[in-house]
């Protein structure tokens, strides 16, 4: 798993918040027109007459739109952590596991994974994360490399 894989589970975590705000957010409109009528006694007068009321049908509308994209990005973030795991589950090194968990499925800072792992230096854990992915980024490419030198020949 390259490390753009473990940044797009971050920010798509990250946008899920936005969509959810937005949500939220979302206020039903009041939309007003008049409409022409009488009064209930004599003299049974024509008039305009204001009405007001929210347009349930464009905020149900919105509603369900950005609902859909919350539920196509929750299925992408959880395709994502699926691979993560996987990945995850191979590598033989509990605390490399516990800080990639950490950093890219749990979203926690530098600092935060430092204190968990009983480091008094971010850089700790942030180094040993850097240096398991360009092996892992190495490894992979030398895999890739000889899969295509393979379908050459």
């Known amino acids: 798993m390259r490390e753009e894989n473990l940044n797009q589970l971050r920010t798509l975590n990250k946008e899920i918040e936005l969509i959810k705000k937005q949500i939220e957010s979302l206020q039903p409109r009041i939309t007003t027109d008049k409409v022409k009528g009488s009064y209930a006694e004599f003299p049974f007068t024509l008039h305009d007459i204001k009405i007001s009321g929210i347009d349930e049908s464009e905020y149900n509308r919105k509603l369900r739109r950005w609902e859909r994209r919350l539920q196509l990005r929750l299925r992408e973030v959880m395709e994502l952590v699926e691979e993560m795991n996987e990945f995850l589950d191979t590598i033989e090194n509990s605390e490399m596991r516990q800080i990639l968990a950490m950093k890219y499925i749990n979203g926690l800072s530098w600092r935060e994974i430092?204190?968990?792992?009983?480091?008094?230096?971010?850089?700790?854990?942030?180094?040993?994360?850097?240096?398991?992915?360009?092996?892992?980024?190495?490894?992979?490419?030398?895999?890739?490399?000889?899969?295509?030198?393979?379908?050459?020949?």
């Open 114 to 153: 430092a204190t968990h792992l009983g480091y008094a230096d971010e850089s700790v854990p942030r180094k040993k994360c850097n240096r398991f992915l360009k092996m892992t980024d190495k490894s992979e490419n030398q895999y890739d490399n000889m899969v295509s030198r393979k379908n050459v020949h």
